[in-house]
Each structure stands twice: as C-alpha cells, then as structure tokens.
C-alpha cells in the first residue's frame, strides 16, 4: 500500500478475491485469490493475455458478474463498503451513485435508437434530478468531457458521432454520479491512436478533478504506463507482479512480465535486426487445477521447486510491489533466452525491381446524387520483397486502397493500378487468374473471413484448388505442408475455426493467403484484435515468410509500433490523399515530418517511458464529400500559414531522396519544433 493509501484510506479493495464461472454444472476456478487496492485519484492498470481474469476481476468488483459467474470467496470494498454482502437493492443504488463502468464498445453501450440528449439526461433522472435540472447537467457533462457544441450533439443519434465522440458521450454517463470508483475496460480499442490520446487526456483531467479512484484494462502496455500510478499483471486468475507502472515495465521481476514486454516491438527494433520474443505454449483453461506456480507450464525457469511450491509473494524493496516467483533473482536469464531467438529477415535493397505501382489512383463513391472522394491521385510503388506501411486515421482511405489494389473497388478512370509492369483491369472479375493469384488479402477479423461450418483442411484445399487449380491428393499434400510451415499442426487441420484461438485463426487465414504462392499480400489491421504475445509471434511468421518467398507486404494498421517493426517505407494518408511517404527511418527517427505525421507520431503512448509532447488535432476528420479548400488539413494542422495553406493545394516535395510530403513548408522549417497549448502533455 502506497502512503497516499495509507493517508487517505484506499478507495477500493480487492481482498483475497475468488470467483467461478459454473460450466456445465461444473465450478470452474477463474479468479485464484486475486488483492489490490486503489487510492482516491489514483490509477491502477491492469495488463495481461485474454483469459487471464482482467475484466472479470472488474466485473465483480462492481457485482456485473455473467448469469454463471459468482464470487466464493474473498472481499470487494468501495469507499469501505462490502460490496460483495450487498442486498439488490443496496447494489443497484452502489451502482447508481459511487461506481461506474465505461466498456470497450461505445456503440454497444448506447442505445442506436435514442438520441444522445435523452439518454445523458437519464444518468440525471436517475439520480433524482427534475427534466430541466437533469437536461442542464446532461449539457454540464458534455461540456466537462470536452464536447464542443454539446447542444448539437444532444439532438444527434449515435451512428451520427464518430468513435471517439461515442466514448465522450459514455464517459460523460459514467462521470453523472461522481462515482468513487470508474472502471475501464479496454476503452480506446478500436480508436485512432490520435482520439484514443484525446480520450486519455480527459481520463487523466477528470480523475484529478472528481478524485475517484481507475482501474484500467488494456492490451496496450503503453496506455498502461502512460496513465497508471501502478499496474498488476495477471496471469490464471493472479496478479504475479504488482508496482509502479514504470518499473514493473522498466524492470519486471516475474518471467511472465519479462514475456510480454519482449513480445512488443521496442527501442524502434526492426524485423531486419531482430526477431519479437513469443511466449511458449498457451493460457491454462479456466477451471484448470493450478495448485501451485499458475505460470509453470510456459515458463523457463521452471523447476521442481515450482511444480510442488506454492511461489512466495517477493516485496521488491527498491520499488514497492511484490513478484510471485520462486526465482525472481534470476531475470536475466529469461531476458537472455529471449535475446538469443532469431528470425530470418529479408533486408531492403534498393535495387529490388517494383512488383506493384499506382499511378493517379481516384476512388469516388455515389451516394444520394453526392459524389464523396474516396481516394484522391494516389501514387505508389512496392518493390519486390519489400512491406509498405499504411497508417492513418480512420477514414482516410487506407481501407479503400487496399481494395482497389485487390480490385474490389474499381479504380476511377484515368488511375492504373499494374503488376510487373503490366496494367491491371479495374475489377476482379475482369483480371486474369495469374493476376488474382498474385494478389492476395489478410483481413483483420479472421471469424469474418472464414467459413466457421468448414473444417480448416477443406477451407485451404479449395483457397488452393481455385488458385491454382491443383485438386485431389496433390493439392491435400501441398495444404499440409503450407500448414505445417505456419505451425498448423494436422490436428489444427480437422477443427473447425470456432474450436480454435485468435491466434490459431489468423495463422489459419495466412495459410489462405499464401496457398496460391502471392506475390503480394494485403493486410488489413490483422494484429489488431490480438494479444501482445500472439501478435508477435503472427509478425515474425510474416517476416519469415517474406525472407523465404520474398512476397511483398501492404500492411495496414493504427498501431504505429507494429508498422515501425515490420515495414520497409511508410505512406501517411489523409482524406484520400498521400500527405507523406518515405522509408521507415525517416518517418520515425530522421525527420522533418508533415505537421499530420508529427501529429500522429506525438499520439502514441510508449512502453519505454519516451517522453513526447502531444500536438493535438483540432476537430474531427471533414468530410470527403466537402473536402477544405488548399491543402485538405489545414484546417487541423498546427503549422497553418493563413492565406496560402487555406487557399492553395500543396504539391508533394523532397524532405530528403525518397522522401516525400505534400506540404507548402520546407524541411528547414518542418524541422522546427512546435509549441503546443500548456494544456497537453505526453
């Protein structure tokens, strides 16, 4: 317990907390004795693979238990109540007045057919307040969680906000009773590293206003370190390591911790210089009899000490914290095991000749006699071998590039899109097998992607057959052998993708993917849905595949750490449009970046504790449908030059060879730093 705790009294304790899930009759075991506590104002994160407790240990923390869930033992208190002997009704009136829960999904946790106004104005109604009175505060709370034009909005429905504005509109819901206790179950997954910087900020101003005490879930280590005082890593239904957030990550003291933060692609590490740790083995199932170590079975420096002790709770005096280990004095040694794994890499050359090449490539959709521009006179190339990154907001057009490579979406007149050389026909339907053959997608949901009532060998044998037209035995033979290179084992075959995990699933849509020998393969977001440990060990498999086939990569993700590690050249795309291009160095480490770029690149939450000053993006993305005249930014942009930004469209120009922005300022004055309003920090 911290002194703060020990001054003011925490305001929420985890004691001893054991819950089940009762499946098929049968009680299986999911939190394990699981202790914590927050102070008022403080932030608690808590980390750790899907299946490890984390938002069950949320859940009963506010009694929102699943119908099969039920705490046998243990204690919850909130501002020194038991929650866990609560009453319904002293429950329901817990949950109205001193906790609140913001989930990952806003458009889940709104109600589609409600207008925002009514809906807030309920948290207020709820709380006694006459309609006036209540509507008043609905407004008071748009404004507090910055909502510019609060009355406009509350006429909206929600598909008419934006992601980010949803989870505002949530958090202003959850913030109407002033709760003790806010609880955030992964709340910026899915948003644009931009808005989920923007939601963190009203997180880290509301909980020093309103004083409650944060527990956040999230996948991403660097939210974790950026706005938690302390985290707890949990794996099995433990938290094996507690402390201050910047140490655990700095120097973890438990194997498991030392796993996840290898999986991450850190220091700006690049596929050529190293391969990503991976985690051995996978998460015990829930009910699984773990009387001992829980992590003993992935864990290399298991003993027999380990298979019969119970591990002791090591304080870490240097620190505060604790680490459940038997061997948490010998680190190191997980840290060299892990330093040793290598990949095989392609590196970039320069003299790779282009397998793909856009030029003037438009997009405009129809909708309602509107023409809304969806792509604006993209051009690209993609040598051979080579990953081109795709990163920027959502709706920029990343999504709609993709599909007009593949020939999905039809490009506008006057664009090319050509393969070796050779111009392609718009559509899909009117390209050559060949030519379909060599282009080939990895979506970002594989439960999307594949036919759940197949089994994995029929979904791949028939990718095969129609990409290659090789049938029967042959093809069978050719289907095992590509599984078996990915990891599929035969077993992994004859399931179903419902019977197998996230991880097993995306390997499964690679394996697709790579059943017709691609040239190139587009993929669209597909680490984004997955755990720190399986996305590395999904990026080294595409590393590896490329250095074997030297097939080419258009890679497209919000996560800016992934496309650092994995591509060769980044393109930074804004409303359809090209805003900056250049290799993976120059866009991360040398510089001068386009003002969007900059933008983007301040958004990010690092895991090493990079200290960076935000430059926030004024206002949403405008619409394509009516695009700002000159240069599409400017009207967010930080650097604005009135009357040649807001008047003329910049032309692209060379920061450095190879290196491009479409912006009116010069790389002497792109270099220059920024000053951004005192209010925002990294």
């Known amino acids: 317990m911290t002194a703060d705790q020990t001054r003011t009294g925490a305001?929420?304790?985890?004691?001893?907390l054991k819950v089940v899930y009762t499946v098929r009759g049968i009680d299986r075991e999911v939190l394990r004795g699981v202790s914590f506590s927050v102070a008022p104002g403080e932030a608690y994160g808590l980390v750790g693979e899907s299946g490890c407790g984390k938002s069950t240990c949320a859940f009963a923390a506010v009694r929102y238990l699943p119908r099969n869930g039920r705490i046998v033992g243990g204690h919850v208190r909130v501002g020194g109540r038991d929650v866990t002997s609560m009453s319904q009704k002293d429950l329901q009136d817990f949950r109205a007045r001193e906790a609140s829960m913001v989930y990952q999904d806003p458009a889940q946790a709104l109600n589609p057919t409600l207008r925002i106004g009514a809906q807030v104005t309920e948290s207020f109604l709820l709380l006694g307040q006459k309609k006036a009175q209540a509507r008043a505060s609905a407004l008071e709370a748009l404004r507090k969680v910055r909502i510019a034009d609060p009355e406009r909005v509350m006429d909206r429905y929600p598909f008419q906000l934006s992601g980010g504005m949803q989870q505002r509109v949530v958090i202003a819901m959850a913030l109407a009773c002033n709760p003790k206790l806010l609880v955030l179950d992964e709340p910026t997954t899915g948003l644009d590293a931009t808005v989920e910087a923007e939601v963190l900020d009203l997180v880290r101003v509301l909980r020093q206003e309103s004083d409650a005490a944060v527990v956040m879930i999230a996948h991403n280590l660097g939210i974790i370190r950026s706005l938690c005082d302390r985290v707890g890593v949990m794996y099995a239904g433990r938290i094996v390591e507690e402390g201050p957030s910047g140490e655990v990550f700095d120097s973890p003291r438990h194997p498991y911790t030392v796993g996840l933060l290898r999986s991450l692609p850190r220091h700006g590490a690049h596929k050529t210089e190293s391969a990503l740790a991976t985690i051995p083995g996978i998460l015990p199932q829930i009910g699984t009899p773990l009387p001992t170590c829980v992590y003993v079975d992935r864990c290399p420096l298991a003993d027999d000490v380990c298979q019969t002790q119970v591990p002791p709770k090591v304080p870490i005096a240097d620190r505060g914290g604790f680490a459940l280990c038997h061997?948490?004095?010998?680190?190191?040694?997980?840290?060299?095991?892990l330093d040793a794994v290598q990949i095989s890499v392609l590196s970039p050359s320069d003299d790779s000749p282009d397998v793909l090449e856009l030029s003037a490539v438009s997009k405009t959709f129809h909708q309602r006699g509107h023409d809304i521009p969806a792509l604006v006179g993209v051009d690209l190339t993609l040598a051979a071998g080579d990953t081109l990154g795709i990163v920027g907001e959502s709706g920029s057009g990343k999504s709609t590039l993709a599909k007009t490579i593949l020939g999905i979406e039809a490009v506008d007149d006057g664009g090319v899109v050509a393969l070796d050389g050779s111009e392609l026909a718009p559509a899909t339907n009117d390209r050559s097998a060949d030519s379909k053959r060599a282009m080939q997608m990895v979506f970002q949901n594989p439960d999307s992607a594949l036919n759940r009532s197949w089994s994995v060998r029929r979904i791949l044998v028939r990718s095969m057959q129609k990409l290659t037209g090789i049938g029967g035995e042959e093809a069978n033979t050719k289907v095992e052998?590509?599984?078996?290179?990915?990891?599929?084992?035969?077993?992994?075959?004859?399931?179903?993708?419902?019977?197998?995990?996230?991880?097993?699933?995306?390997?499964?849509?690679?394996?697709?993917?790579?059943?017709?020998?691609?040239?190139?393969?587009?993929?669209?977001?597909?680490?984004?849905?997955?755990?720190?440990?399986?996305?590395?060990?999904?990026?080294?498999?595409?590393?590896?595949?490329?250095?074997?086939?030297?097939?080419?990569?258009?890679?497209?993700?919000?996560?800016?750490?992934?496309?650092?590690?994995?591509?060769?050249?980044?393109?930074?795309?804004?409303?359809?449009?090209?805003?900056?291009?250049?290799?993976?160095?120059?866009?991360?480490?040398?510089?001068?970046?386009?003002?969007?770029?900059?933008?983007?690149?301040?958004?990010?939450?690092?895991?090493?504790?990079?200290?960076?000053?935000?430059?926030?993006?004024?206002?949403?993305?405008?619409?394509p449908a009516n695009p700002p005249a000159g240069c599409v930014f400017h009207t967010r942009c930080h650097r604005l030059v009135a009357g040649l930004c807001d008047v003329t469209e910049p032309e692209p120009i060379e920061l450095a060879p190879g290196h491009l922005s479409r912006c009116h300022l010069d790389a002497a004055t792109l270099a220059q730093p920024v000053k951004p309003p005192a209010s925002v920090s990294g």
Do not use: W
């Open 327 to 337: 061997h948490s004095d010998r680190i190191p040694e997980v840290e060299a095991q």
């Open 481 to 623: 052998a590509l599984a078996a290179h990915l990891r599929l084992t035969p077993r992994h075959l004859d399931l179903k993708p419902r019977q197998l995990s996230g991880g097993l699933k995306q390997r499964v849509a690679i394996a697709r993917a790579f059943a017709g020998d691609p040239r190139i393969v587009v993929c669209d977001e597909p680490t984004s849905a997955l755990d720190v440990s399986v996305q590395a060990a999904i990026l080294n498999l595409l590393a590896s595949l490329q250095s074997e086939n030297k097939t080419s990569y258009v890679f497209i993700t919000h996560d800016m750490g992934v496309v650092r590690y994995l591509a060769d050249r980044i393109a930074v795309m804004y409303l359809g449009r090209i805003m900056e291009i250049g290799s993976t160095d120059q866009i991360f480490d040398d510089g001068p970046n386009h003002p969007y770029t900059e933008a983007l690149l301040s958004a990010v939450p690092s895991v090493d504790g990079e200290v960076r000053t935000r430059i926030p993006l004024a206002g949403e993305v405008p619409s």
């Open 11 to 16: 305001a929420l304790e985890v004691e001893d």
